[in-house]
């Protein structure tokens, strides 16, 4: 037989669509729970007094006793040797105050209430991501804070200001504390303004941000001394590296810091720190369509992945010392790669690929910096890089 235990959990499964009543504004209540146990004779007569003991914790439970809660419904049903036993046929809650004494929501549904018409007072538009998430109109009690957040963006959909910057009375960590349902609220509010693409919230919604740096060295002493008064190892953010403007006809994107910072003098030329897969945060660099680019990574299947990223960016990558020929000069360098089950399609010539392939089916890796510095120059002088 069901407990009083088992209709509030039968109960609780119902919270939302009772919070979704209340935005819809319509009568969820009363309703029932038909299904309270099976009751047969054979399982009276072998446990009559228990029974009749849960029987009496369900009465005692009920409105009928406590003035609020569910009701208990019962009827008479004769049995051949145990004779008339009353016998509970539907537990029945009849409304919205006995739901919450019953479920213990009586605060939670106050609050919901309160948000639901402050929210939807000021942003009307906001109803469907209350009915679609009901329960964050109570675990996010600052809705008027998010509502003056959500205010500012509307009239400010590309703000270019720092989250700390923005001309909002909210305490100041406000928007980073709460950048998840902000950015529920402002898809529906700004949708149209934001860049979708973007999982970042400064990303999305045209926020200043701590960018990633760019380090890099100029290789050519004239461009050094004629743009940046002789510093030839900078790093500046992201979107301040996308703008420069200098004589370069060449860059190399190299994995290794080392070999960054030895590599050798060259005219015309840059060199920078490609860090792994974060060379991501160059994609949007676009001087590099219309100048020669190579990219110089570990001889390894992550070294041959990252230069097919680099390249999907940027079709006119070159591979830089990442050929057969290098591998056997130095073979004896090699040692254990990192193994992974990547099957896509890489972005790569025949000769990469092939040495790809070797190198995935064996796990080896020659790391960069195993290749001597004299090599890295002798390559240069006798190849088209150098030009």
């Known amino acids: 037989m069901i407990t009083p235990k ?31 146990g099976k009751i047969t004779a054979k399982n009276l007569m072998e446990k009559l007094p228990a029974y009749q003991n849960s029987l009496e914790i369900l009465r005692n439970n009920s409105k009928s006793n406590k003035k609020i809660g569910y009701s ?15 016998i509970p046929e539907k537990i029945a809650i009849e409304t919205l105050e006995d739901y919450l004494k019953i479920t213990g929501k009586e605060k939670e549904y106050q609050i919901f209430a309160q948000n639901y018409k402050l929210l939807i007072g000021a942003l009307p538009q ?47 960590k406000f928007i980073e504390n709460n950048k998840g349902i902000l950015k529920e609220a402002l898809d529906i509010l700004i949708g149209g303004n934001a860049n979708k693409d973007e999982k970042d919230f400064e990303k999305r919604f045209h926020l200043k941000y701590d960018e990633p740096l760019v380090r890099f060295r100029i290789l050519d002493k004239n461009i050094s001394r004629q743009y940046f008064s002789g510093i030839d190892d900078l790093s500046v953010p992201v979107s301040r590296f996308e703008k420069l403007n200098l004589p370069v006809k060449k860059v190399f994107v190299v994995e290794n810091k080392m070999n960054v910072l030895t590599f050798p003098i060259i005219n015309e030329t840059i060199v920078i720190f490609g860090k792994g897969y974060t060379v991501e945060n160059l994609k949007n660099t676009a001087w590099f369509k219309d ?32 050929d057969e020929a290098t591998f ?45 510095l004299e090599y890295v120059v002798n390559n240069l002088l006798h190849s088209a890089y150098s030009r």
């Not at 992945?305 to 591979?319: A, D, G, K, V």
């Not at 040495?355 to 910096?369: A, D, G, I, V």
């Open 6 to 36: 088992e209709i509030q959990k039968q109960c609780l499964s119902w919270w939302k669509n009772v919070l979704a009543a209340h935005i819809d504004r319509v009568n969820f209540f009363p309703k029932e729970i038909n299904r309270i």
């Open 291 to 322: 100048i020669e680019l190579l990219y110089w990574g570990d001889l390894d299947t992550q070294g041959f992945e990252i230069l097919s990223q680099f390249r999907n960016y940027f079709p006119n990558t070159n591979s830089f010392l990442m």
């Open 126 to 172: 906001l109803k469907e991501l209350a009915l679609s998430h009901p329960q964050k109109l109570i675990d996010y009690n600052v809705w008027q804070d998010i509502i003056e957040v959500c205010k500012y963006f509307i009239k400010n959909p590309k703000p270019n200001l720092y989250i700390r910057q923005l001309p909002i009375a909210v305490h100041t």
């Open 72 to 86: 208990l419904i019962e009827t008479q049903k004769q049995f051949n040797k145990i004779g008339k036993q009353s």
């Open 328 to 372: 056997k000069q130095f073979e004896n360098e090699k040692g254990k790669g990192t193994s992974n089950k990547i099957s896509t399609t890489l972005n790569l010539t025949n000769e990469e690929q092939k040495l790809y392939e070797l190198l995935k089916l064996n796990n080896w890796r020659l790391e960069q910096e195993k290749i001597p």
